[in-house]
């Protein structure tokens, strides 16, 4: 992946991405291949500090142009001493920023300064109790024994010249460090997971006391200098803003009608892959609450017509990416002819498209080098090569309950805020095997009951999303009636998550999963069983494609 796509400045400039203020700090993660590498970031912007990712590819002097007020090195799945490990330059650490390794990247840190790391044998996976000798400033007024999240097989066993070691475990003789004339630290835990007792004290330590970070930044910060910098780029030009109902799109184009009003006209496609009620509901809702101008597009011949006999997930993705994009230009012809009175001259033509994209969308469409592509999500990879339109994606680095701190901002409802995400394929990506007619309108019926159930049980806060997903191309023998059906089995995926990067199945009660059940089988032909997705994310996604 390349840094623009991690949230460089480039893109502030071309797509009115959002990078904070000058008055803000920033903290900069390097990415050694870290599962974790978005929860560091997540957590330093939890201590109010604006941080971004970049990966480990990227020179010292590119990292070092940005400005960081400090460094921040992920773990990552590489032995040092391995041949072609990821190293750090030297000069990571001579440039005056201070920088903090974590697990692979306070190895990588000892190992570049003249420390020892070694394979002990003594490989600590989970919970691990943790013994501090010296608590310095990095683990300052925190207890003596700490319960910490370790995952790792090699250790430092001398730290470098001039460091303190401030703790130790069974398998870690030097499980923490710091050198605070030189203003670098570093610990062999996982102080961004929960399960690290006092995990965010110790990164605000180094935050606050070694690096000297100031604590200003906050995701309601980006009304403001957003609402500017998008008046700028824009000026007199018409925007469109593709809007689904979700959250990220409806602040997006909250954020956006604050800044130039009128001349953003909202976009709702139409394409024919989404749940019961859900049209019907953007306008009540997204209209009533901001009188924005919508124009409803309805492209659902073409989306099915386009999808007709795809099963591959990925091609499904791309082509409804590319097809959005057609609805979105024909609707701009149309906002076009219909604003100039049918001359549609040119200088009235629309530039900007809006789009509600969030950072795990870039993070998770990875592509290039450090991060895989898990999917590409229909805004992000799915994206046409010949795009015609510039994009304002002014939530492109945030996470998502950042997003709904911004909504919150915004004032817009709680009910839409807070609304459970669905993503923009649609019903596409929830039907394992070819799409059709036939089976979306399995799907909506089992989906709506589900939605009624969970709703009627008071959980839709509990429960963070619910994808339900037909097997379309599985059958099963049932007995229905007395009689031998051969149906559809429909998967419940009821998740925990924060921001979607990872994620629990939620344990919900079984009179409600009963419930469930017995309606979808008792109301929704063709589906005769019903099974419950028991798998956390990693290693499963949160969608079946
Ligand atoms: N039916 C649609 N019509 C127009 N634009 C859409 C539609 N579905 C998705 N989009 C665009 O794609 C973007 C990404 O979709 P995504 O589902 O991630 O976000 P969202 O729908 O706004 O929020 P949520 O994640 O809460 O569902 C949206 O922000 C929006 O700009
Ligand atoms: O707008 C979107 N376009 C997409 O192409 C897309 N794919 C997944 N999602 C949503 O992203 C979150 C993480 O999903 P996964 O765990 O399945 O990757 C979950 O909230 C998914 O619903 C998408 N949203
Ligand atoms: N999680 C990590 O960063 C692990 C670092 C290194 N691969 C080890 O096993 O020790
Ligand atoms: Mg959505």
């Not at 062999?188 to 007792?197: A, D, G, I, K, N």
């Not at 109902?245 to 024919?272: E, K, P």
């Not at 499904?316 to 994009?325: C, L, Y």
């Not at 795990?360 to 805004?379: M, Q």
């Amino acid at each position: 992946m390349s840094d623009s796509e991690y949230g460089s400045a480039e893109h502030a400039v071309s797509a009115a991405g959002y990078t904070p203020a000058d008055d803000h700090d920033l903290v900069i993660v390097i990415d050694y291949g870290a599962q974790y590498a978005q929860l560091i970031a997540r957590r330093v912007r939890e201590a109010r500090v604006f941080s971004e990712i970049m990966p480990h590819t990227a020179p010292v002097d590119q990292i070092l142009a940005r400005k960081p007020k400090a460094i921040i090195l992920s773990g990552g799945p590489a032995s040092v001493y391995a041949e072609g490990a990821p190293q750090v330059d030297a000069a990571m650490f001579t440039g005056g920023v201070p920088v903090f390794g974590i697990c692979y990247g306070f190895q990588a840190m000892a190992n570049a300064l003249g420390g020892e790391v070694a394979h002990t044998g003594g490989s600590e996976f989970g919970r691990t109790v943790l013994q501090v000798s010296d608590h310095g400033r990095l683990l300052a007024e925190l207890p003596d024994r700490m319960s910490v999240w370790m995952s790792h097989g090699d250790s430092v066993v001398a730290a470098p010249k001039g460091f303190i070691a401030l703790a130790g475990t069974d398998g870690a003789p030097v499980a923490a460090f710091e050198n605070l004339d030189q203003q670098l630290a570093g610990v062999q835990w996982h102080p961004e997971v929960l399960h690290s007792e006092s995990g965010q004290q110790v990164l605000e330590r180094f935050l606050f006391d070694v690096a000297g970070c100031s604590p200003t930044w906050t995701a309601a910060n980006i009304v403001e200098e957003q609402v500017a910098a998008i008046r700028e780029l824009v000026g007199n030009k018409h925007v469109i803003c593709g809007l689904s109902g979700g959250v990220d799109s409806a602040v997006a184009g909250a954020l956006v009608q604050r800044a130039i009003g009128d001349q953003l006209t909202c976009v709702f496609v139409d394409h024919g892959l989404l749940r019961k009620g859900e049209a019907e509901q953007v306008e009540q809702d997204f209209v009533a609450a901001t009188g924005v101008e919508l124009k409803v597009v309805d492209a659902s011949k073409q989306f099915l017509d386009a999808l007709a006999g795809v099963t591959d997930p990925e091609r499904k993705r791309k082509i409804i990416g590319a097809e959005f994009i057609t609805s979105f230009e024909q609707a701009a012809r149309e906002i076009v002819l219909a604003k100039s009175g049918g001359s549609g001259s040119a200088d009235e033509s629309v530039e900007f498209l809006v789009q509600g994209t969030l950072y795990p969308d870039v993070v998770e469409s990875g592509g290039g080098e450090g991060a895989a592509n898990i999917k590409s999500h229909h805004n992000v990879g799915g994206l046409p090569d010949d795009l015609q339109f510039k994009l304002i994606e002014p939530l492109r680095t945030l996470f998502k309950d950042e997003v709904r701190a911004v909504g919150e901002q915004l004032g817009l409802p709680r009910g839409m805020v807070w609304r459970h995400p669905f993503p923009g394929p649609g019903l596409a990506i929830r039907i394992v095997g070819a799409v059709d007619h036939e089976r979306l309108a399995i799907l909506r019926e089992a989906d709506a009951i589900v939605r009624a159930e969970v709703t009627a049980a008071g959980l839709d806060d509990e429960i963070w999303q619910f994808p339900v997903v037909l097997l379309a191309d599985v059958r099963s023998v049932g007995v229905q009636g007395d009689g031998r059906t051969y149906g559809h089995p429909i998967v419940l995926r009821p998740v925990s998550s924060e921001d979607a990067m990872t994620a629990d199945w939620s344990r919900l009660p079984y009179e409600l999963l009963e419930r469930i059940s017995s309606k979808i089988t008792n109301g929704v032909r063709e589906v005769n069983r019903v099974v419950l997705d028991l798998t956390s994310k990693p290693p499963a996604t949160i969608e079946w494609e």
